[in-house]
Every structure is written in C-alpha cells, then in structure tokens.
C-alpha cells in the first residue's frame, strides 16, 4: 500500500469531551440504531414509593448499548482502513463487527477463554473472527496490541472518546424520552456508558440535570475504590456473574466519572440475580446480569431514590440459555 493510500486513524476531538459532542455523534449515527423504549411497571413505582423508567437498551442492535459507541467510532475511520480491532468481554465485540461489517471492512476481536458462548457467536454472527486470549486485562490488551502492529486500527471498547460520545447518546435519548429525571442508574464497567451519559447530562441547566448514580458489582468495584483513593487503581482481579463489568475503568472515563458523578452503589452476586429474575418474572424482559445491575443498585437502597423519578438502564441482554431448554427444544 503506498503511503498516500495508507488509512488514516480517526481524529479524536481536539477539546475536552462535552454535551456537543454527545449531540454530534447523535447526528452522526441516528439512521444506524435503534431508539430503543421505555418501559414501566406501576407495581415496581409502588414498591419503592418511586417513578421508574426502564431504558430497554438490550433491545438494541447486537443487544446491548455497544452498537452505539461502535457505530460512531466506525463513522469516523478513514475510507481506505484495512480493517478494525478491539478486545472484548462480548457485547462490544460483536457491536463493533456489525458496524464495520455495515462500513463493508473485516473485524477481529481478541476475547478471553471462557467467554459466553452466545456472545461469541455473536462476533462471529455479525462477520467478525474471535481470537480466544488468557482471562486478563493483560492478556487482552498484548492480543490486541498485535493485531495493531499488524496495520488494523483499534476500536478500543470503552476508553476513546468517540466510543464515550456514542454511549451518550443513549443519555440524550432517555432525557428526551422521559421529562425532569431525578436520577439516572447505569452500570459502571470500563466507564464508557456512565461518562457518556454524564456528558449528556451536562446540556441541561445546572438546576435541572438529573444525578448520575453507577452500580458495579462487590467482586469487580475498581471503581469504588478508585474513587476512595482518589486515583485510578490498577490492582483489578474482578469475581463476578457480570461478565461485561469485569473491566477495569478507562483512564478518559475515570477523568470523567470522577469529577461529575454523584454515588457509586456496590451490589452483591445474589443482588444481581435477584435483579435479573424479578426482569424476566415481572417485566418480561431477558437481561443478562451486567444490564440487570442497575435495577440491584436501585433495590438495595430503595431509600436513595424514594418519591423520584428515576432512570433505569438495561444495558444489555445476551446471555446462554440453560442446557435443559436447549435440550428440551
């Protein structure tokens, strides 16, 4: 390839990430995704004497929020780009083939031994090839690393700011779709969906911009910590059901995350469980434990968010179906 046609990385945003470039990426890649619905359940609102709005993002393109950061990072690739590169837990990895598949160049994506099964045959669904790497942030990281050294541009899952600006757009959405939130609950796991939605927050009046609120799991709260420290930690050996929070916080989404959001809740394996099952019993809804963790942050402290109207998002919705229903079929 001669060196005038040699792809182009794309540019990231030469300013501080801000709520207008939460509304560009909007722009950008609105005809591409879904706007997903609000859901309620008037017998929840009663339970916790509050107004809850469930962001049904699992019902998104791929099944999960990703296929928006994706989306737009891809939007910006040069025409003459050989092909993409991330590292992935699942849910972005076969977000981001899908978008490079629409933009008519190949994927790979470097994911850890023991992945859920369902969400590599997601990748692999939507055109993309899965390189299998050791269970580690590590590991993940020096797989993708040679597929750079390779020529592929990364697509990094959460720490780039085009992928944070396409995350926000669920945020925007959600604060068009439902009027005066109080309160957004959202799962933290790498940060790029919370600190986009901080970012969206940012374009109302300071008076009127509704408290941001992250849940993590007890078993993967770098995080928590991180912010008890005052610094991003890096001791990260995540234990969890959540198999989409088990990264460790970006350093562009902690810088964000730190300075603007309100409270991080910590929750228990049994918490997320318990989440996921009252979705499925009462909401109807499959949602895979890391989008379920919102909704546990919000039933262990009922009291945080008592009389107010609260935003929920259901991040994602790819998990395995039991061995006994698949024999049964």
Not at 86 to 110: C, D, E, F, K, Y
Not at 125 to 145: F, I, T, Y
Not at 190 to 202: E, W
Not at 222 to 232: E, G, P, V
Request: with cysteine; aromatic share 4%; net charge negative.
């Amino acid at each position: 390839m001669s060196a005038d046609k040699a792809p182009r990385h794309p540019t990231a945003p030469t300013t501080a990430l801000s709520y207008d470039h939460v509304v560009d990426a909007h722009q950008r890649i609105a005809s591409m995704i879904e706007q997903t619905p609000i859901l309620t359940a008037p017998a929840l609102d009663e339970a916790l004497s509050a107004s809850i709005f469930f962001k049904c993002e699992h019902l998104q393109k791929t099944g999960s929020f990703k296929f928006r950061g994706a989306s737009h990072a891809v939007s910006h690739l040069d025409e003459h780009c050989p092909g993409v590169a991330t590292h992935s837990s699942g849910n972005h990895g076969a977000a981001l083939a899908l978008a490079a598949q629409r933009m008519g160049i190949p994927a790979r994506v470097v994911m850890p031994q023991g992945a859920i099964q369902a969400k590599v045959d997601a990748v692999g669904r939507h055109g993309g090839v899965v390189e299998h790497c050791a269970p580690n942030q590590h590991a993940r990281e020096a797989g993708l690393a040679r597929w750079v050294a390779a020529g592929w541009w990364p697509i990094p899952p959460y720490d780039h700011p085009h992928i944070i600006a396409g995350q926000g757009t669920l945020g925007l959405e959600l604060m068009r779709q439902v009027d005066a939130l109080d309160v957004i609950v959202s799962p933290i796991g790498g940060g790029g969906l919370i600190s986009g939605i901080i970012l969206a927050a940012q374009g109302l009046p300071v008076n009127q911009r509704p408290r941001i609120v992250g849940v993590e799991p007890s078993g993967a709260d770098d995080t928590y910590r991180s912010i008890q420290a005052r610094r991003r930690i890096s001791d990260h050996q995540p234990d969890t059901i959540a198999d989409g929070l088990r990264a460790l916080v970006g350093e562009l989404n902690f810088e964000i995350i730190q300075r603007h959001i309100d409270d991080v809740i910590c929750v228990s394996e049994a918490s997320i469980v318990s989440a996921m099952t009252w979705l499925w019993e009462d909401l109807k809804q499959v949602i895979e434990p890391s989008g379920a963790v919102a909704l546990a942050g919000v039933l262990k402290h009922p009291e945080r968010f008592a009389g107010q109207r609260v935003g929920v998002v259901l991040s994602g919705g790819n998990l395995d179906l039991p061995s006994p229903l698949i024999d049964a079929a």
